[in-house]
């Protein structure tokens, strides 16, 4: 292998255990809802709360990072540019996160001042980490960066992936430059922290994933170059059409003009369809060339990657985001049912994915088969289905009872915690919570026993010869 697959199986490693954490503070958070004296003055909600939101960002950055790692060097017919630096920064951002975890953990909270934002935590959601870690961020994304753009110039091959690649990484570094200003004007500091939210992790990650699924699709199935680079085309013009007028409908209720209730409610819905369409073309594509995809476990996983970004990034984010909805809906658990299901479908599925081909690709397996991925897939899948329609439930509960007839005073949000549909719902997300967290131990039980197990199979029948 190349050493930056080899840096691509560090990253994907990384990325699944901050996976694994990410899983253990969900159910953590999700026991406090049913239990809301759990860990009292011990291990507060928040916390648990914000150990969950970071893990899913930096494990899925960690995962495209290790996806492009991988898939680069076949792209461009020689080793990527600069491969000792990114290896350096492979463990800053490792040691990074782990001194934020530990802050998080045992520090938790901080006064009011400046040596709080940069050493313990801004307080800003989704991007809590203090900012001497986010300048630590932004040099493994510059370093990312310069990795790229290196090795497209030193190579004669220069695709249309790689240049879209190149085009996303200049929004991908200059937006998460949102996580430093501290704004005293609430409705700027939401109005530009959404452009970090929505525009970085919602417009340059679907890009950045649909670099990643191309490249997987002609691994997997042998797809032609031009079926997913025009794919491709068509998403970068839906996102730059779509994707910042989109981000109007998180401007409802900050004090922007009510022009952005029309233009966020329409737009917001259509980023999602090129990539579906991308992998329902690659599987129609290579069944009238009657090509077969070796690896069972990232077709399935790809499969769940498009039909999943469709329906939660697009299904469950336009049936809230219409202004008239959205009145009721925001900021309930209507939207936590739709953030699971948008950043599942439309990301974790796709980094599974690419890790079942790395798998593949450094055991030297091309077909991989059994019953632990099946088992894994089923037990992710219908963990996940069962948290978001529990999450659903009770989100709906909210925006009916609390919101539109309790006219969301404080009153009604207390009567709200005992109405059987929102406990019901908690109760619901928390159980398929476990069975979620079960698919994940099956997973990590299947990538690390792939090769060795297959060898034990294989070896069973010339022993018994021998004998």
Same mark, same amino acid.
């Given at each position: 292998?190349?050493?930056?697959?080899?840096?691509?199986?560090?990253?994907?490693?990384?990325?699944?255990?901050?996976?694994?954490?990410?899983?253990?503070?969900?159910?953590?958070?999700?026991?406090?809802?049913?239990?809301?004296?759990?860990?009292?003055?011990?291990?507060?909600?928040?916390?648990?709360?914000?150990?969950?939101?970071?893990?899913?960002?930096?494990?899925?950055?960690?995962?495209?990072?290790?996806?492009?790692?991988?898939?680069?060097?076949?792209?461009?017919?020689?080793?990527?540019?600069?491969?000792?630096?990114?290896?350096?920064?492979?463990?800053?951002?490792?040691?990074?996160?782990?001194?934020?975890?530990?802050?998080?953990?045992?520090?938790?909270?901080?006064?009011?001042?400046?040596?709080?934002?940069?050493?313990?935590?801004?307080?800003?959601?989704?991007?809590?980490?203090?900012?001497?870690?986010?300048?630590?961020?932004?040099?493994?994304?510059?370093?990312?960066?310069?990795?790229?753009?290196?090795?497209?110039?030193?190579?004669?091959?220069?695709?249309?992936?790689?240049?879209?690649?190149?085009?996303?990484?200049?929004?991908?570094?200059?937006?998460?430059?949102?996580?430093?200003?501290?704004?005293?004007?609430?409705?700027?500091?939401?109005?530009?922290?959404?452009?970090?939210?929505?525009?970085?992790?919602?417009?340059?990650?679907?890009?950045?994933?649909?670099?990643?699924?191309?490249?997987?699709?002609?691994?997997?199935? &042998?797809?032609?170059?031009?079926? +997913?680079?025009?794919? $491709? =085309?068509?998403? @970068? !013009?839906?996102?730059?059409?779509?994707?910042? /007028?989109?981000?109007?409908?998180?401007?409802?209720?900050?004090?922007?003009?009510?022009?952005?209730?029309?233009?966020?409610?329409?737009?917001?819905?259509?980023?999602?369809?090129?990539?579906?369409?991308?992998?329902?073309?690659?599987?129609?594509?290579?069944?009238?060339?009657?090509?077969?995809?070796?690896?069972?476990?990232?077709?399935?996983?790809?499969?769940?990657?498009?039909?999943?970004?469709?329906?939660?990034?697009?299904?469950?984010?336009?049936?809230?985001?219409?202004?008239?909805?959205?009145?009721?809906?925001?900021?309930?658990?209507?939207?936590?049912?739709?953030?699971?299901?948008?950043?599942? &479908?439309?990301?974790?599925?796709? +980094?599974?994915?690419? $890790? =079942?081909?790395? @798998? !593949?690709?450094?055991?030297?397996?091309?077909? /991989?088969?059994?019953?632990?991925?099946?088992?894994?897939?089923?037990?992710?899948?219908?963990?996940?289905?069962?948290?978001?329609?529990?999450?659903?439930?009770?989100?709906?509960?909210?925006?009916?009872?609390?919101?539109?007839?309790?006219?969301?005073?404080?009153?009604?949000?207390?009567?709200?915690?005992?109405?059987?549909?929102?406990?019901?719902?908690?109760?619901?997300?928390?159980?398929?919570?476990?069975?979620?967290?079960?698919?994940?131990?099956?997973?990590?039980?299947?990538?690390?026993?792939?090769?060795?197990?297959?060898?034990?199979?294989?070896?069973?029948?010339?022993?018994?010869?021998?004998?």
């Amino acid at each position: 292998m190349y050493r930056s697959q080899r840096l691509a199986l560090r990253y994907l490693t990384a990325a699944m255990v901050l996976f694994g954490l990410m899983v253990v503070f969900g159910i953590l958070a999700s026991i406090y809802y049913v239990h809301p004296t759990f860990l009292l003055n011990t291990f507060n909600f928040n916390t648990a709360k914000i150990l969950h939101i970071n893990t899913l960002i930096i494990w899925h950055l960690m995962g495209f990072f290790g996806a492009v790692y991988w898939f680069l060097p076949g792209e461009t017919g020689r080793e990527v540019e600069g491969i000792a630096l990114a290896e350096i920064m492979f463990w800053v951002f490792c040691a990074a996160v782990a001194i934020v975890a530990a802050v998080f953990i045992f520090v938790q909270y901080g006064a009011s001042d400046e040596f709080s934002m940069w050493f313990i935590n801004q307080g800003r959601k989704y991007v809590e980490a203090p900012r001497w870690a986010a300048i630590g961020i932004l040099a493994v994304a510059l370093v990312f960066g310069y990795n790229v753009v290196a090795s497209a110039v030193k190579s004669t091959r220069r695709s249309g992936i790689l240049m879209v690649l190149i085009f996303d990484l200049i929004p991908l570094v200059v937006l998460y430059l949102d996580a430093f200003p501290a704004m005293t004007d609430m409705s700027k500091d939401l109005f530009w922290w959404w452009w970090l939210v929505h525009l970085w992790v919602e417009a340059t990650w679907e890009i950045l994933i649909g670099c990643i699924m191309a490249w997987a699709l002609m691994e997997l199935l &042998g797809t032609s170059r031009r079926v +997913v680079e025009s794919w $491709l =085309y068509v998403e @970068v !013009a839906l996102v730059l059409g779509t994707g910042i /007028l989109g981000l109007g409908h998180h401007y409802f209720w900050i004090g922007t003009p009510g022009y952005w209730l029309g233009i966020g409610g329409f737009f917001s819905a259509l980023e999602p369809l090129p990539l579906l369409g991308m992998v329902i073309h690659a599987i129609y594509d290579s069944g009238t060339r009657h090509l077969r995809a070796g690896n069972r476990p990232a077709l399935y996983w790809t499969l769940a990657e498009a039909f999943g970004n469709f329906i939660g990034a697009g299904v469950w984010g336009f049936m809230m985001t219409l202004p008239q909805i959205n009145l009721y809906s925001h900021g309930t658990q209507w939207t936590a049912s739709h953030g699971h299901f948008a950043f599942w &479908g439309a990301y974790s599925c796709g +980094v599974i994915a690419v $890790l =079942y081909l790395a @798998v !593949a690709g450094s055991r030297e397996r091309k077909a /991989l088969d059994g019953r632990a991925w099946k088992w894994s897939f089923a037990l992710l899948n219908l963990g996940m289905l069962g948290m978001v329609g529990g999450l659903l439930v009770a989100g709906m509960d909210q925006a009916f009872f609390e919101r539109a007839l309790g006219g969301s005073t404080w009153g009604a949000f207390i009567a709200l915690q005992h109405r059987p549909w929102y406990v019901e719902g908690m109760w619901t997300r928390m159980g398929f919570g476990v069975l979620f967290a079960a698919g994940y131990a099956m997973l990590m039980y299947d990538v690390l026993t792939i090769g060795k197990r297959r060898r034990g199979e294989a070896e069973e029948p010339l022993k018994e010869a021998a004998a």
